[in-house]
């Protein structure tokens, strides 16, 4: 059984920044993909951010630049560092990890950019 848990989520203004943190929990072996989705209210679930074991990072086009994903995997812990947010950003963000060919997901952490 894998548990994750994310934290960080939160209000802020546009132009403000936060950091998102999701722990991995149990029977954990080697972590192989790690990542952040969002969904925003009335639209699917999309990617953020990913990034692998050894540190190779991919973005979604609307994140680039203000985004930065990092991990530490003696903690089993990614990270997303947000800045320069802007409402469109306003989504429930969802850490993500793939396992022995399985995915497991967080139970979602709510960011809402707004003045």
């Known amino acids: 059984q894998v548990q994750l848990v994310e934290s960080g989520g939160g209000l802020v203004q546009p132009g403000g920044s936060l950091r998102l943190s999701c722990v991995a929990f149990?029977?954990?072996?080697?972590?192989?993909?790690m990542g952040w989705y969002r969904q925003a209210p009335g639209k699917q679930r999309e990617l953020a951010a990913v990034?692998?074991?050894?540190?190779?990072?991919n973005y979604a086009d609307s994140v680039k630049g203000r985004f930065t994903i990092s991990r530490d995997n003696a903690k089993n812990t990614v990270y997303l560092q947000m800045g320069a947010l802007i409402p469109e950003d306003t989504a429930v963000y969802y850490c993500?990890?793939?396992?022995?060919?399985?995915?497991?997901w967080g139970q979602g952490t709510q960011v809402t950019v707004s003045s």
């Open positions: 993500n990890a793939r396992m022995s060919g399985r995915h497991y």
């Open positions: 149990g029977s954990i072996l080697n972590i192989d993909i």
């Open positions: 990034i692998s074991g050894s540190g190779s990072a």
